[in-house]
């Protein structure tokens, strides 16, 4: 449980740096984009495996959708979902769990998100499809939280009213 409050931590950290430094280029966007990769510690593995200028869609690509970065948010919810599989549950049911379903959303929306669109910047100079997905991700890894603590973490029985009995 340790471990996976700290990966669901380190995976809506990294969705709001992402939010905070992406969705509204600036002018200047290497400049950011830099700061960026030094705070997530991946300047060096950038470097080496894309030989390039910066760029908004490789960054994306290591820091958001690479789950072989362990700095990056993919990796975050590869583990998150090793995690909830060990997680003790109900055998007899033929339906995923709650906590297993959000988790199964959230990977799976990385694993298909196309990194080049969401560089795309619209009209308004935004990054809109990139906004919609971090803040959909981080929705999810909140209601993920709430479920595990309220399946496994709450112990808080029913109220007894003794006036009933």
């Known amino acids: ?22 969705t509204k280029p600036g002018d200047d966007e290497s400049v950011s984009l830099e ?8 300047i060096m593995t950038y470097r080496n495996r894309y030989l390039a200028t910066l760029q908004p869609a490789p960054v994306l690509d290591l820091l958001l959708t690479d789950e072989s970065n362990p700095r990056s948010i993919g990796f975050q919810l590869t583990c998150i979902m090793e995690h909830i599989t060990h997680l003790p549950g109900d ?19 990385l694993r298909l998100a196309q990194v080049y669109q969401l560089a795309e910047v619209n009209r308004s100079g935004n990054r809109e499809k990139l906004h919609r997905m971090l803040g959909k991700v981080g929705r999810q890894l909140l209601d993920l939280s709430d479920a595990i603590s309220g399946q496994y973490l709450v112990h808080a029985g029913l109220p007894r009213h003794f006036g009933s009995v």
């Open 91 to 109: 055998q007899h049911t033929a339906t995923r769990s709650v906590d297993n379903r959000i988790a199964l959303s959230m990977q799976n929306s």
């Open 1 to 22: 449980f340790l471990d996976l409050g700290r990966r669901i931590e380190r995976a809506l950290q990294g969705c709001q740096l992402l939010n905070a430094t992406l």
């Open 35 to 42: 700061l960026l990769l030094e705070i997530a510690d991946s």
